[in-house]
Nanobody, 116 residues
């Protein structure tokens, strides 16, 4: 059974920092591209950052220079360090595991709220 369990969300003031973690089980973690997505109510889920099995990284333009994605294959965990948070970063953040063409998997989401 595949599980992606996010943690680390919460309430923070603008300019603050949070670190999200996603612990994976039931997949060959090292072979997966791991990503963080976010979604606001009524909006489409959007990519925040992803890191491939070879360590190639891609960020959304809106978070470049503020967020850092990393992975620890020994711990089957992917992280998202979020600095200089803005109210517009408020969303539910989801972890994704993609080993195309195998099915992709999603975590349950963790709420990040940034107050102004």
């Amino acid at each position: 059974q595949v599980q992606l369990v996010e943690s680390g969300g919460g309430l923070v003031q603008a300019g603050g920092s949070l670190t999200l973690s996603c612990a994976a089980s039931g997949i060959i973690f090292s072979k997966n591209t791991m990503g963080w997505y976010r979604q606001a109510p009524g909006k489409q889920r959007e990519l925040v950052a992803e890191i491939t099995s070879t360590g190639r990284i891609n960020y959304a333009d809106s978070v470049k220079g503020r967020f850092t994605i990393s992975r620890d294959n020994a711990k089957n965990t992917v992280y998202l360090q979020m600095n200089s948070l803005k109210p517009e970063d408020t969303d539910v953040y989801y972890c994704n595991a993609d080993n195309n063409p195998a099915p992709e998997f999603w975590g349950q989401g963790t709420q990040v709220t940034v107050s102004s």
